[in-house]
């Protein structure tokens, strides 16, 4: 089991004979208790870490940091948070999508007749400006051949669906979606197709000015993780933060669909445009959690931005020479187990992985059987697999 040794929540101490704050600060100095130069590191906020020194027999314990109990408490620097997605608004997504396209494609069609029209080529593109110029080159082309189709009612409307846009990311790893639509609004979907029609001019048909149909963000963008063995996506309302209207959880594959998914084999997170656009001050707040084999477990926000984790809390009392443990809180998918430790130095798990629930007020509780004077005890977070 991959032992997180960066999440440390809660210690307790229990015991008939009380150590001193300075004895306890003396032998807390495990690098298995808390690493701050690692927690630094990897940026990410450190939580609150409270242990309760508590006498056996005595109501009221002495309370420390775990920090403080290594005896090398120093403040942190304030870090900006690790980008790890570049999702967040319009203006972030448009760079991943022009750097990821490969090629483009198109289809103007009137019921069952059609005329196709793509590149034969890899492309490369440095700015949205040059993937819309390639895509009027299509446009006209496909249009002109729609034009000479006797089949075509010029009379009718003309539909156009872009549908071979190939984002390969990485090279390897290929989705075709549609990048076709007159605008895009955060809130609304993109429209499928969008449609033209011919111009009479003196008795023959001519291309109407199709510079108003231009390429827009698909409805959803997929981004490859690498490792990836776990992933859920919640989806708020910006004015319910508590119940997530939208979730995907890949231990329950029926909850992906093809717009809001995610797919271990491809090691892939596919999200709703408009979700990915909201950012934190929009209509929709994103929550996206992750388990990978290179970096463990993560959670980012709508900004793409790494945010801290929900801390863990664990409860202990005694009763009848027995140890009652209750962990509340956390994170949906974290997995953690309880562990035991005579000296804050050797530490035993004492029970199997547990995994936080995704009911409110989810909870376990344990009981140890006192068979000693003393013990520490710990919940700690593992990268294990949430079954």
Known sequence: ???????????????????????????????????????????RTLP???????????????????????????????????????????NALIPFAVTNTQNMGLTVYQGNNGNQ??????????????INTA????????????????????????????NAINFNY????????????????????VPDNVSFSYVEQNGTWVLPDLSGIVPVLPQQ???YVPGLEWARIEVYNSTNMITPFLVVDSRNPSSSSGTNGI?????????????????????????VSFLTSGSGFQIVDGNGLEIAETPLVLAVTKSNGSVNLSVTGGDV?????????????????????????????????????????FGFYRAATTNAVPQ
């Open 1 to 43: 089991m991959r032992l997180d040794q960066n999440s440390l929540l809660s210690e307790y101490y229990l015991g008939t004979e009380c150590c001193s704050l300075r004895e306890a600060r003396r032998v807390s100095t495990s690098p298995t208790i808390l690493s701050i130069d690692r927690a630094r590191k990897t940026n």
């Open 48 to 90: 609150i870490l409270l242990g309760a020194l508590i006498k056996i027999g005595l109501s009221v314990g002495i309370v420390f940091s775990a920090v403080e109990a290594r005896g090398q408490y120093r403040p942190l620097a304030v870090q900006p948070p690790t980008q790890i997605f570049p999702w967040g608004s319009t």
């Open 117 to 130: 029209a793509q590149f034969p080529y890899a492309m490369s593109f440095s700015s949205f400006a040059d």
């Open 135 to 162: 895509f009027q080159q299509l446009l006209v082309f496909a249009a002109n051949l729609a034009l000479t189709n006797p089949a075509v009612n010029k009379n009718d409307p003309i539909f156009v669906i872009g």
């Open 170 to 189: 990485p090279p390897g790893f290929v989705e075709s979606t549609g990048f076709v639509g007159a605008t895009f609004v955060v809130g609304t979907p």
């Open 221 to 223: 963008m997929t981004f």
């Open 263 to 287: 797919d271990l084999p491809s090691q892939s997170i596919t999200i709703a445009t408009a979700y990915l656009a909201s950012g934190t001050n929009g209509p929709y707040q994103l929550k």
């Open 333 to 373: 998918g974290r997995n953690f187990e309880i562990e035991k430790s005579p000296d804050l130095q050797t530490w035993t798990p004492i029970t199997g992985a547990y995994t936080v629930g995704t009911n409110a007020g989810w909870s376990i509780t344990f009981q140890d059987t006192m068979s000693n004077l």
